[in-house]
């Protein structure tokens, strides 16, 4: 599966962003991958933000718990990551991340998001 990122940019803190990331899952279907979003900031580890499963249950890092919400559209081949409330401590470049049960990763590019205090 190929995964093309979308939706970064320059925000004032307090504001809100939304990126996508659109799924070409050739020969499998979107609804079959759990997604997650990861960010990394600079000098630090990618961490994970944000988890929706196939089944749409999701999970969210304590960072952004309740400013964040995953969602998916199947019929679109696409993961949403609705950031609301941003801080500058959420500056970094996001990721989303396709997983097919359990043993199989798919990154993609990534899109920087900056939050300026």
């Known amino acids: 599966v190929q995964l093309q990122a979308s939706g970064g940019g320059l925000v004032q803190a307090g504001g809100s962003l939304r990126l996508s990331c659109v799924a070409s899952?050739?020969?499998?279907?979107?609804?079959?991958?759990?997604m997650d979003w990861y960010r990394q900031a600079p000098g630090k580890q990618r961490e994970l933000v944000a988890s929706?499963?196939?089944?749409?249950?999701?999970n969210y890092s304590d960072a952004v718990k309740g400013r964040f919400t995953i969602s998916r559209d199947n019929a679109k081949n696409t993961v949403n990551l609705q950031m609301n409330n941003l801080k500058p401590e959420d500056t970094a470049v996001y990721y989303c991340?396709?997983?097919?049960?359990?043993?199989?990763?798919?990154w993609g590019q990534g899109t920087l998001v900056t939050v300026s205090s």
């Open positions: 991340r396709a997983v097919r049960l359990g043993v199989r990763f798919y």
């Open positions: 899952a050739s020969g499998r279907t979107f609804s079959g991958y759990d």
């Open positions: 929706i499963s196939r089944s749409s249950s999701t």
